[in-house]
């Protein structure tokens, strides 16, 4: 085994590397970027080296400075993380030209499978099932419409070098072909340096499940079980759990031969993934291979008892695998939500800023629950637009799924997050949708089930009045020292629905009466200053994130974000007379919608603009987003130039009515 390591990647993925490293006594050595200076990963290294500045190009994808990095402090390995240049033959090639181990897969097994065009004429010959496309390269828009006829609609435009989701767009028709290609063109170029595309059928109602495999120098391959990652936006993995509720053991077991056997075909060792497309009656279609540690391996991990990370290092120290297929089993169920820092609310556009407040649920492992938060940010971190923009990995293990499911509830009710918008609401709306806890999954989860996007939750009644019950109670413990023998009134309201509650205290013990002589019990142990409340409502226990607001106290629950103001009956009678301000009209702008670079404007002064016309595309966390005209207008004003760095809400346009 070697003795030293060098982590060539940063946030959550190098602190997961770092620790089983430590574990095994290995000395870990962290690179950094002028953004990553005060960084998790760096602080948790025994040793660390500056390797340029903030933007991925200076620093993470230089081979060169990595390299250099590893000979400066004598590191024996390098571990890739994933992203960056984990998949990057030429990286792997330079390691082993200077006599240092990669901790992956052998550069021919790279190459191979890094070309998702070759790789796909490769798993073909191995037998393994393929969707039908054009492997060819594409030259143009023009051709890519022609191809995508004769394929036929719907078909998916992918980048031959891609990965994360990015150079990927589904196309219905010949307009959404030629403007996809366009898009999967520009965004490869910019995120692999390679913009070359292909075309293959688009698979309806499908699910995403990949099989996890791992593989020694001796010639082992394992394969691990499968993962389902269906639930996604723009391609982004959202959700994944292990196993997939959809497979039955013919299915699972077909998988992962068929992956072993293309595995076996391009000599592959350390761990992979096996992505495939599977439709509703489980035939099912190769992907790709990831030729690296997936983001979401903790969830395998959890329900085999493996890890993988741990394996990496022994097949690239040559050692042989310490376990058989037959080893490999499923025990229980495991859940993970990737925590990203982007706003819901608004159309999940990136979001940057510092985390004023970072806490989430504490780790636990026992026989019936587990939660693990794989991480690399801490409280006071910033979260910038140089990289992705997932802040952590939160996972849960319980003997069933349903359980947990309903873990992972109260972990995202528990995760305190604070100073960026972030997508924890989100999560939790998915967790609590009956087609999700029925495992009725597909691909295309996410725009079936919020078609206009994610506007927060709308809970049932008796929620509402429980959330109600507990901000009196928190405002009675706020105003209160010595809490009187005798009833008090008070009066909450959320939105346009109002309580009335006379209130009496005993210690922890709140009794709570309404106007029909119903009775509510809460018992919590809530102090002022707390952010998190942890409280039963008549025998039903709730977690609630609380935080005081004018007059009352904002509520965020099972993706629910409320402000309930407590008053005085007297008070709440004079609000319906209270004026509404109403917001400005900002419809006559193009505001910037998140902290991006403008990469075109589609438009001048002058142009009359129909309603969906592209109006500009804005970069941001390494992904294009194109902006469209929501009315008919004429463009008044162009404020900005391509290549401008705009703020969130900065002007772009200006309209006026034609």
């Known amino acids: 085994m070697f003795s030293s390591l060098l982590i060539a990647n ?19 050595i962290a690179v950094y970027s002028d953004a990553d200076r005060d960084a998790m990963h760096v602080k948790l290294a025994d040793e660390a080296v500056h390797i340029g500045g903030s933007a991925a190009r200076d620093s993470y994808l230089s081979i060169e400075k990595i390299v250099a990095a590893c000979k400066a402090t004598g590191a024996d390995a390098v571990h890739p993380g994933y992203g960056f240049l984990s998949e990057n033959a030429a990286f792997a090639a330079a390691l082993e030209a200077e006599n240092i181990i990669f901790v992956g897969p052998p550069v021919k097994a790279i190459e191979a499978m890094g070309d998702k065009i070759t790789s796909k004429k490769i798993a073909a010959e191995a037998g393994v099932s393929t969707v039908p496309g054009h492997m060819g390269l594409i030259a143009d828009a023009e051709e890519a419409v022609r191809i995508s006829k004769s394929v036929g609609y719907p078909v998916m435009i992918k980048a031959s070098a891609g990965g994360g989701g990015k150079g990927m767009r589904i196309a219905w028709n010949d307009a959404e072909a030629r403007e996809g290609f366009e898009r999967s063109k520009s965004e490869a170029a910019s995120s692999f340096g390679d913009d070359r595309i292909f075309i293959e059928k688009f698979v309806t109602e499908p699910r995403h499940i990949e099989i996890q495999l791992i593989g020694d120098q ?63 009656d489980r035939n099912f279609y190769f992907l790709e291979m990831n030729t690296r540690l997936q983001v979401e391996h903790p969830v395998t991990e959890l329900i085999t008892g493996l890890d993988l990370v741990e394996l990496m290092f022994l097949a690239a120290a040559g050692e042989k695998l310490p376990i058989t297929q037959a080893d490999v089993g499923v025990n229980g169920w495991a859940l993970e939500s990737r925590i990203y820092a982007e706003d819901p609310y608004r159309n999940f556009l990136p979001s940057v800023g510092r985390l004023t407040r970072y806490s989430p649920p504490a780790e636990e492992a026992s026989p019936e ?156 142990g809530w102090k002022p200053g707390m952010s998190l409340c942890i409280a039963r409502v008549d025998g039903q226990l709730h977690h609630v994130k609380l935080q005081r607001v004018t007059g009352g106290f904002r509520l965020r629950w099972r993706g629910a974000d409320l402000v309930a103001r407590v008053l005085l009956p007297h008070v709440a009678d004079l609000m319906p007379l209270m004026p509404v301000k109403v917001p400005p009209d900002l ?28 109006l500009a595309i804005v970069e941001a966390m390494k992904m294009e987003n194109v902006l469209k005209a929501e009315k008919r207008a004429r463009v008044s004003k162009v404020r900005v130039k391509p290549g401008s760095v705009l703020a969130v809400d900065e002007v772009i346009l200006e309209f006026e009515a034609v």
């Open 10 to 28: 940063r946030g959550e993925i190098a602190c997961r590397v770092i620790r089983t490293a430590k574990r095994m006594g290995i000395r870990t």
């Open 218 to 280: 001796h010639g082992n391959v394992l394969w691990l079980n499968e993962r389902e990652c269906s639930i996604q936006r723009r391609n982004q993995k959202v959700i994944e759990e292990a196993p997939s509720p959809f497979l039955d053991a013919a299915t699972r077991k077909a998988m992962g031969e068929q992956s072993v056997a293309l595995a076996k075909a391009v000599g592959y060792t350390s761990a992979g993934t096996v992505e495939f497309i599977v439709d509703k």
């Open 369 to 524: 629950l587990a939660i693990r938060n794989d991480t690399g940010v801490a409280e006071g971190g910033e979260i910038s637009t140089f990289y992705d923009p997932m802040i952590a990995k939160l996972c849960t293990w319980a003997p069933s799924r349903i359980a947990a499911i309903d873990a992972m509830e109260v972990a995202l009710d528990e995760f305190e997050l604070e100073g960026v918008g972030n997508n924890i609401p989100f999560l939790s709306a998915v967790m609590a949708q009956d087609r999700f806890r029925e495992g009725r999954l597909t691909t295309g989860y996410i725009a079936e089930e919020f078609p206009s996007g994610f506007s927060g939750v709308e809970l049932d009644p008796e929620s509402l009045t429980h959330l109600a019950a507990l901000a009196c109670t928190s405002a009675f413990a706020l105003d209160k020292r010595n809490f009187p023998a005798t009833p008090e009134p008070r009066a909450v309201i959320i939105g346009d629905q109002r309580w009335d509650f006379s209130v009496r205290a005993d210690g922890i013990e709140y009794w709570l009466t309404a106007p029909d002589g119903k009775k509510l019990l809460v018992e919590t």
């Open 587 to 614: 419809s006559k702008f193009l505001l910037c919608p998140m902290p991006g670079q403008i990469v075109r404007i589609d438009v001048a002064e002058g142009d009359i603009v129909e309603d969906g016309q592209t």
